[in-house]
């Protein structure tokens, strides 16, 4: 047993609801228990759709045990096929039905339905959502992209032919970053075959085949039905993830040696306008800025080598939550120089987050959280993530357009480089005193206002303690090693206090002076 | 079809779209503020909590899951010792926690944990933490039911009141803190003066329930609590559920007709709050009087809304549903509703859609997994959770209850786009 308060990754089925909600034209029976169904509200709420999920559940309870569950998922699964007329069906079992043990692909099977029914394996107790949603691409290539053959070039066609493999439904900016790659494709000249899971039916996935090659966007995703199709058809799949400039330009050079056409018409065109904005002086501040990324494996490999060679940060933090890519991230983890961090326990990464110290956390909805909690910038550069990152605008984090995203994304979060510099300078002035509030405040301080008692009670919650009391009691500080302090810009004057008494306290001082500030501040320097 | 009251009774069977049990557990956390909520299921239990709780998660909540996997299934790991372990972990973590709830799940009850036993043996190793057991399972409960079987696992440890204690009126029903204060405040103005709630805002105050205990229900959904109070010698004053000015005055009057209050008393105390709520809904009636509602069903609480919207708002019904129908806790209910009232009891989901979908109604109550694509077909929808989270009982809510109905047709009027 394991206690959890928060799961980054829902249950496997959740992943097939991915694909399946992506889809059109093929229908999910699930075998599950009443209240399974609040997975709905995940695609209607948080993605705001416009259509119920096209799954059908058997909602089974107490009362059904004692009878024949079997044929309350037979009767179920009839029903949704007279009433949605699907091209095709996936059929499993939830959690709760796998400990029932009745066999949904059989039980389907002796329907006898004149479309493919595809049954679905997915070990509730063993795997997660992204390996759901994999098996069930995977498992739906292989029932519905034909027999394996070899492929033919086909010399008629004008132009390079491919499949763009792993956008899902509840994917981070995946109907986004979908619309950037198809325009550098057809920049290049490729013209795109199948899009799948989204938009694609069961009749799509029988075209597959038909491509020169497979352009993966989420590997999480489409990794093993690319391999499939590889070996199937013999078509090559793309291994570079286009997030941030230098991987968009390398997918550029990796799908022009895959096809034999010219990259120049992206590569020599106008690209994006990160390389001038981090190359201007007004970003000279974010050198070295510390950064923790964790997130799911592809988000975090790239936006960690995007945030080192393109925004010239330190990633001092690296880590996915996602076991099934572990080898990768590790490998990324040494190219920084640090650890890669392989945990789905939020306070896992709390802890290292706490440990790393960082200056900008890039994360999940949950490393928001932690990070407002400990008073640090933080943008959110995968899932999950919560209804505010399903925008309404357009925000791809792919190619070069995402590119941009991703540079006003992860910039900022943090302070104005100009205003850093005038809070640090001025720093005794009365207009830039540490009383006043960042100019984008208003520039007065940040008072509460006087809160009216609400009406009806809002969700107060009450404090909860995470740390221990520190009962070691500090040095005190001598009084002009306390002026000094306060000369340090405020935003960093609690960083160089708590480094000062840690410091103190590790050598046992009697009294903080100014020389142990500057010498706490010559070994913590970095 | 059967008649039941006035009222024009089905019985569905089907897919139905509800939350399980486990749900209660978002709103009980914050009612008893001592309390932990532990599920003991699978990764399901955990992303249903944590989606249904939505940002109040990130606050360090009172509930968690034990996440069951493959070697306690397997058997390689001795559950029991498992879960005693998790729990240990926990109230170490948690000293501030006084009653720990372990909460079965499906999985649990399908692999038949005994959690009673693991709740007597952890209430030994752990006290004085008390550990109490319920089900929030999909398969034996249905969303607002989960504080039924909560409720139920605490009655029999509430105190015993002296058998010649003068008689005390003990309030039924999670409520809002606010709401709850507003009721204390009108029962003592009518004399009442020990008054008691279940459940209390603090572990160590429950209240004591004996022969003499009179109790009223808050809410629709409590069969089970009613059972193990009636066992304990309570008794239940029936009336109506305290929902709009009707449903609170037939509430308070059950109260007071218990108590021997005469009727000056009575109309003393409650006439500021009709005349209050009766000014506040006014306005609401010329913007619902005539809208034809659906009830998809949700909370048990249907029942007694539906009464409130056509009664004090001239609403007229077109369905409602409701996914088990309580004949004796709401046969007050059930006498006023409008004579050939639709009454669905269980739900056949893609039915129940076909029916919505050819009255189209103006207005539809329903759970976020339709509230959107209703919305998208044109028809506008009020999704029923907000109903549970919202402080809806008694006089000074009545304006904001109808608000809440107005407010999507208010909306939908204003935009232009």
Redesign the interface.
């Given at each position: 047993m394991q206690l959890t308060l928060w799961t980054y990754e829902g249950p496997p089925h959740i992943g097939a609801m991915r694909v399946a909600t992506a889809m059109h034209g093929l229908h999910y029976v699930l075998h599950a228990p009443q209240g399974d169904t609040y997975a709905d509200l995940l695609f209607t709420m948080i993605e705001r759709r416009d259509a119920r999920p096209p799954v059908t559940y058997t909602t089974f309870r107490a009362q059904d045990l004692g009878r024949d569950t079997a044929e309350l998922f037979k009767t179920s699964v009839a029903a949704a096929y007279a009433r949605f007329q699907p091209q095709a069906m996936i059929v499993g079992a939830s959690c709760t039905a796998e400990l029932i043990q009745d066999d949904p692909g059989g039980l389907a099977k002796a329907l006898d339905l004149p479309i493919p029914v595809i049954p679905l394996e997915l070990p509730a107790y063993q795997k997660k959502e992204n390996w759901g949603a994999s098996e069930t691409f995977y498992r739906l290539v292989r029932a519905l992209a034909g027999p394996a053959s070899p492929r033919s070039p086909d010399e008629s066609r004008q132009r390079p032919l491919c499949n763009i493999l792993g956008p899902t439904a509840l994917g981070f900016r995946h109907r986004d970053d979908l619309i950037e790659i198809r325009r550098l494709l057809d920049t290049l000249g490729i013209a795109v075959n199948v899009v799948a899971p989204l938009g694609a039916s069961p009749a799509d996935l029988g075209r597959l085949k038909d491509a020169d090659f497979n352009v993966v966007l989420y590997p999480e995703t489409a990794r093993s039905a690319a391999e499939y199709l590889k070996k199937s058809f013999g078509q090559p799949f793309t291994k570079e993830v286009p997030l941030g400039v230098g991987a968009t330009n390398r997918f550029v050079a990796e799908v022009a040696t895959l096809t034999g056409i010219d990259p120049a018409p992206v590569l020599d065109g106008p690209g994006s306008r990160l390389p001038w904005y981090s190359r201007s002086v007004d970003s000279t501040y974010l050198t070295g800025k510390r950064v923790f990324v964790f997130g799911d494996a592809t988000h975090a490999i790239g936006i960690a080598r995007m945030a080192a060679r393109e925004l010239g940060f330190t990633v001092v933090g690296l880590g996915t939550y996602g076991r099934e890519f572990a080898r990768e991230v590790r490998a990324e983890a040494a190219e920084h120089g640090i650890e890669a961090l392989i945990t789905d326990d939020y306070l896992d990464v709390e802890a290292a987050i706490r440990a790393a110290a960082p200056e900008l956390v890039l994360g999940t909805q949950m490393e928001r959280h932690v990070a407002k909690r400990l008073g640090i910038p933080c943008a959110v550069i995968s899932a999950p993530i919560h209804v505010q990152d399903f925008p309404a605008r357009y925000a791809p984090q792919m190619g070069f357009e995402g590119a941009n995203v991703l540079f006003d994304t992860l910039v900022h979060p943090l302070m104005m480089g100009l205003e850093e510099h005038l809070l640090g300078m001025f720093r005794e002035d009365p207009e830039f005193h540490d009383g006043v509030g960042p100019s984008h405040l208003g520039g007065t301080p940040f008072e509460a206002p006087p809160v009216a008692a609400p009406a009806s009670p809002t969700p107060a919650v009450a404090p909860i303690l995470l740390e221990e009391a520190v009962t070691i009691t500090d040095a005190p500080w001598a009084p002009e090693a306390e002026r000094e302090l306060k000369k340090i810009p405020f935003f960093v004057r609690g960083k160089a206090r708590s480094n000062t008494e840690k410091f103190a306290r590790e050598r046992r001082l009697p009294l903080i002076t100014l020389e142990t500030l500057y010498d706490a501040k010559a070994h913590y320097g970095r | 079809m059967a008649a039941c009251g006035g009222i024009d009774l089905h019985q569905e069977h089907g897919?139905?779209?509800?939350?399980?049990?486990?749900?209660g557990i978002v709103w009980l956390h914050?009612k008893i503020?001592d309390a932990f909520f532990l599920v003991?299921g699978?990764?399901?239990c955990?992303?249903?909590i944590?989606?249904?709780a939505?940002?109040?998660?990130?606050?360090?909540?009172?509930?968690?899951?034990?996440?069951?996997?493959?070697r306690?299934?397997a058997g390689i790991?001795d559950?029991n010792e498992?879960?005693d372990?998790?729990v240990t972990?926990?109230i170490e973590r948690?000293p501030d926690i006084k009653l720990l709830f372990l909460v079965g799940s499906?999985?649990s009850?399908?692999?038949k944990l005994d959690l009673s036993r693991a709740a007597q043996r952890l209430s030994g190793r752990l006290a004085p933490v008390r550990v109490l057991n319920y089900s929030g399972?999909?398969?034996?409960t249905?969303f607002t039911q989960g504080e039924d079987a909560c409720l139920a696992a605490l009655v029999p440890e509430l105190p015993r009141a002296p058998a010649e204690e003068a008689p005390s009126l003990l309030i039924v029903g999670a409520l809002?803190?606010?709401v709850e204060d507003q009721f204390l405040r009108i029962l003592s103005a009518m004399g009442i003066a020990d008054v008691r709630f279940l459940p209390a805002r603090r572990a160590g105050a429950m209240p004591a329930v004996g022969r003499n205990t009179r109790y009223l229900l808050a809410q629709p959904f409590l069969a089970d609590t009613a059972r193990a109070l009636d066992e304990r010698g309570a008794r239940r004053l029936a009336a109506p559920f305290p929902l709009g000015a009707e449903g609170t005055t037939g509430w308070l009057r059950a109260a007071a007709e218990a108590f021997g209050i005469d009727d000056a008393t009575f109309a003393a105390a409650t006439a500021a709050g009709r005349a209050r709520a009766e000014t506040a809904l006014a306005p609401h009636r010329d913007k619902l009087g005539g809208k034809r509602v659906f009830f998809f069903p949700d909370s048990q609480l249907e029942v007694p809304l539906a009464r409130f919207l056509a009664r004090e708002l001239g609403v007229a019904l077109v369905e409602v549903g409701t996914p088990y129908l309580h004949r004796a806790h709401l046969a007050a209910e059930i006498e006023m509703l409008p004579a050939g009232t639709r009454v669905t009891e269980g739900q056949s989901l893609?039915d129940q859609m076909d029916r919505c979908r050819a009255e189209r109604p103006d207005l539809t109550i329903c759970?976020?997994?339709?509230?959107?694509?209703l919305?998208?077909e044109g028809l506008s929808t009020k999704w029923s959770i907000e109903l549970l989270f919202?402080?809806v009982q008694g006089y000074e809510?009545a304006g904001?209850l109808a608000e809440l109905f107005a407010r999507p047709l208010r909306r939908r009027a204003l935009l232009e786009v």
């Open positions: - | 897919q139905r779209a509800v939350f399980c049990g486990l749900t914050r503020q003991v699978s990764r399901t955990a992303h249903l944590q989606s249904a939505g940002v109040m998660i990130f606050a360090e909540p009172r509930f968690a899951t034990a996440i069951i996997d493959e306690d299934l790991a559950a498992e879960l372990r998790v972990r926990l948690r499906c999985p009850e399908v692999i399972s999909g398969i034996e249905t809002a803190d606010v893609d759970g976020l997994g339709l509230a959107n694509p919305e998208a919202t402080p809510q904001d």
